[in-house]
């Protein structure tokens, strides 16, 4: 090639032109090393596309129609002080070498109108100030640093990349989707690494995503410390369960860092690139790079320029000719040499053929697209239509409105090896949400297993994250209880369920508690009906039994119509179990004890009537027994029945109306279920409504135990004493019992209870005498139970029921 060529190490320079007296000025660069004889492909390809955009724009008729653009491009060096020179340039004023100093620039006219660049974000950092004061446009198309979206600070940036919060963004929800959440990060000492390095973890730890190690990398500079403290990184996470690393960093930095893992043959890892090395030709083309594992990074979307090769192959074609490079010659003329600096050697030898790989990832189309938002602006500022440009005033920098950052999505790109130079397969996209091609994933590792790179692993469901030590991804699977779930993946304690759910252990959900109360067709409830049916057919066939023989000395002796009326409340008694079953509700809550203790009373007190007339006849003298026998038979034995019944009557209506039993659901004693039942309000008020019964037995028992029998008669204190003490058995039995049993058997131990009360006052009591009834009548005479002649007046009366007799006569 001959010795001219349209660029240096990170661009080329040339001036036309401009619009309304005014120009557009560009930059490009593409390394921090300072400016040397070395191509830089990148730069001269931004710079060429640049100069395409340009020229279509002068030659089409729908975008500023009639005008003409022209450019200045010059070589930033990756340098801020490089950078500065052409940037004094831009803002002198037209047809002047120098800057004019005013207290209001709104009517300055710099020598251009926008600028186009740079490509290093540490570099934009300072021309972008720089512009701002004067509110000079710049759109660059690969500063991406996030720090310049700040609006006050920069309010004439623009950019046609997105900010790298996006590319950050992206790389956490593939982290979380490959669920690689304990990862090492490591960023490029400048600008560009440091930033996207702080992006990347306060977004990965706000997603739960674990940076075990993270460092930064010096750049390499003659002299200068190749790696520092990312040595050690590496071999520490070349020593861990660490299987990612991310690294936003520069590709010379980059370059550093894999030269020195493929040095100290480290083991493979998956790389998660940034965009800055992920297409770098010299990263790519490092010997050994196969060896390093799996890279994939995110590359924005550009589109298809078709026509860019050949412009290029006619640029360089043009390189060729003597009067092209007289021409550039020309147009340096007006700047000093240190600012327009001499021709690059090394691109007498760019060509095609080592063009080519740059042009294959569309890289160039942000620096083309930045001419065009200008071209847009500026011809929105001339009122611009398909005829022409109608104003004719001066456009000044500071008329131009846009937006400063834009929304281009990215791809997944994967490195896929095709000898030694890998190639890039897409395998995803990210638009605000990220999109996996799991089919053209291939990692490189043994048997193409995906890796998985987590400090532990993944709970079950039903368990929650007890971390140990400082990071949140290293942690204990813990089960939750029962009663309790696991409502996300990643909760690191179990969530309590309401009261009226419940769970089993280690779930993921609650479930609704059923009502549990006694029902009908329980086993116990159908056995205790069948104990109920035995018991009252019982008292049934006795009150049958005796409204039969309701004349006979047994019946008269064992109190007639009393004993009757006795065998009828033993019959309610059984009758009053039958509250007990089914959901309970506050009438069957207090319908329950008072349909117990008031027949109940009415029983125990012909009993007591009884076991008064055998003591009166068998232990008072005989002048008291014919005056007491007239008091305890005939109305006033009834007086007495009556009076008990309206005591305990009293005592029944105090307690449900101080102290009613209360239908609760208890939600904690049943794992599954919830508990319906009566609550008793006060025991103590429970045990004095129990009181007037245990008077009457215990008067009962007083008044039969002393008493001796006689000969030839039948005793029937034996068989109240035998009767009151099944009472007393029976219901002290009741409360241990009561107490130590679930609440849930509560009422089936009442209903049992109950029935075998009155099973055992009736098996006392009146079985035998309805034995004798039935296969004993020669001994149901007078003599017998009531006895005869003046001798026996004393055991008159004596009449009661028991089971034994003695002294028969045959």
């Known amino acids: 090639m001959p010795p001219c060529a349209p660029g240096r190490e990170a661009g080329s320079e040339g001036r036309g032109g401009g619009a309304g007296g005014g120009r557009s000025g560009g930059e490009a660069s593409a390394t921090r090393s300072p400016c040397g004889p070395r191509l830089s492909v990148p730069g001269l390809l931004w710079a060429l596309a640049v100069m395409m955009a340009v020229e279509e724009i002068n030659n089409a008729s729908t975008l500023l129609p009639g005008l003409h653009l022209g450019y200045d491009l010059f070589d930033t060096c990756s340098e801020p002080v490089v950078a500065m020179k052409p940037s004094l340039v831009f803002m002198a004023k037209a047809g002047s070498r120098s800057i004019g100093a005013y207290c209001d620039y709104t009517q300055y006219q710099p020598r251009v109108l926008a600028v186009i660049g740079p490509h290093s974000s540490e570099v934009a950092l300072v021309t972008g100030k720089f512009f701002s004061f004067f509110l000079m446009p710049q759109v660059s198309y690969g500063a991406t640093t996030d720090r310049l979206s700040n609006r006050e600070t920069f309010p004439s940036f623009f950019r046609t990349v997105p900010s790298d919060r996006v590319q950050a963004t992206a790389m956490v929800e593939l982290l979380r989707e490959l669920r690689w959440n304990w990862v090492a990060a490591v960023g490029s000492d400048d600008e560009y690494g440091r930033q996207g390095l702080s992006l990347f973890s306060s977004l990965a730890n706000a997603k739960g995503i674990c940076i075990a190690y993270e460092g930064l990398m010096p750049l390499p500079r003659a002299g200068g410390p190749r790696l520092g403290s990312v040595q050690s990184l590496l071999h520490q996470v070349n020593h861990s369960s660490v299987q990612v690393v991310v690294v936003f960093s520069s590709a010379h930095a980059t370059y550093s860092l894999f030269s020195y893992t493929i040095h100290y043959k480290l083991s493979p890892k998956v790389w998660v690139a940034s965009e800055a090395w992920l297409t770098s030709s010299l990263v790519m083309m490092l010997p050994g790079m196969e060896r390093v594992g799996t890279v994939l990074g995110f590359l924005h979307q550009g589109a298809e320029m078709p026509e860019f090769r050949s412009y290029v192959q006619t640029r360089l074609a043009q390189a060729a000719e003597p009067a092209y490079c007289a021409s ?426 109950i029935l075998f009360c009155v099973l055992g006052i009736l098996a006392t009591f009146h079985l035998p005498k309805c034995y004798l009834l039935l296969w004993r009548p020669d001994l149901n005479t007078p003599e017998f139970f009531l006895g005869g002649g003046p001798s026996d007046a004393r055991g008159q009366g004596s009449s009661g029921v028991g089971e034994e007799t003695q002294g028969k006569n045959k």
């Not at 010659?329 to 600096?341: F, K, M, P, S, Y």
């Not at 008269?556 to 089914?582: D, E, I, K, N, T």
């Open 328 to 753: 550039l010659e020309a147009g340096r003329l007006g700047l000093e040499e240190h600012v327009v600096r001499p021709r690059c050697p090394q691109c007498d030898r760019a060509s095609p053929e080592n063009v080519t790989d740059g042009l294959l990832y569309h890289q160039t189309f942000a620096a083309y697209a930045a001419v065009y938002s200008v071209a847009h602006a500026l011809h929105k500022a001339l009122l611009c239509n398909s005829s022409g440009c109608p104003t004719q005033e001066p456009v000044r920098p500071w008329q131009f409105d846009t937006s400063g950052n834009v929304d281009l999505a990215y791809d997944l790109k994967l490195w896929v090896w095709r000898d030694q130079m890998p190639m890039l397969r897409t395998v995803g996209s990210f638009n605000g949400s990220l999109e996996l091609q799991f089919s053209n994933m291939i990692w490189h590792t043994p048997g193409n297993q995906e890796p998985v790179s987590q400090c532990s692993r993944q709970c079950r469901e039903g368990q929650v994250r007890r971390v140990k030590g400082f990071h949140s991804c290293c942690y204990d699977c813990v089960d939750c209880k029962a009663g309790s779930y696991q409502r996300h993946p990643d909760d690191a304690l179990c969530s309590k369920c309401d009261q009226d759910q419940w769970s089993p252990d280690r779930s993921t959900r609650c479930f609704p508690r059923r009502p549990r109360f006694l029902a009908w067709g329980e086993p116990a409830v159908l056995g205790l009906l069948l104990l109920l049916g035995i018991v009252l057919g019982l008292v049934l066939l006795v009150l049958g039994l005796f409204t039969w023989h309701r004349d006979s000395p047994l019946v008269q002796a064992a109190g007639g119509p009393r004993a009757c009326f006795g065998l009828a409340c033993l019959g309610l008694v059984c009758l009053s179990v039958l509250l007990f079953p089914g959901r309970p509700s506050t009438a069957s809550c207090m319908g329950q004890q008072l349909l117990l203790h008031l027949p109940l009373t009415g029983c125990l007190s012909t009993l007591f009537l009884q076991a008064a007339e055998i003591f009166v006849g068998s232990e008072l003298p005989p002048s008291w027994t014919n005056w007491l026998h007239s008091r305890l038979r005939g109305p006033w034995a009834w007086l007495v029945v009556l009076l008990a019944m309206l005591a305990e009557a009293a005592l029944c209506s105090w307690y449900l109306a101080v102290f009613p039993p209360m239908v609760i659901t208890n939600w904690h004693v049943l794992p599954t279920e919830a508990l319906v039942h009566c609550r008793v309000s006060s025991w103590i008020s429970f045990g004095v409504v129990h009181a007037t019964n245990a008077m009457l037995a215990f008067l009962c028992f007083l008044g039969t135990f002393l008493v001796q029998s006689r000969p030839g008669r039948y005793n029937g204190a034996r068989g109240l004493t035998f009767a009151m003490l099944a009472y007393f058995i029976t219901w002290v039995s009741y409360i241990p019992l009561f107490a130590n049993v679930h609440m849930v058997s509560h009422p089936p131990v009442q209903m049992g209870t």
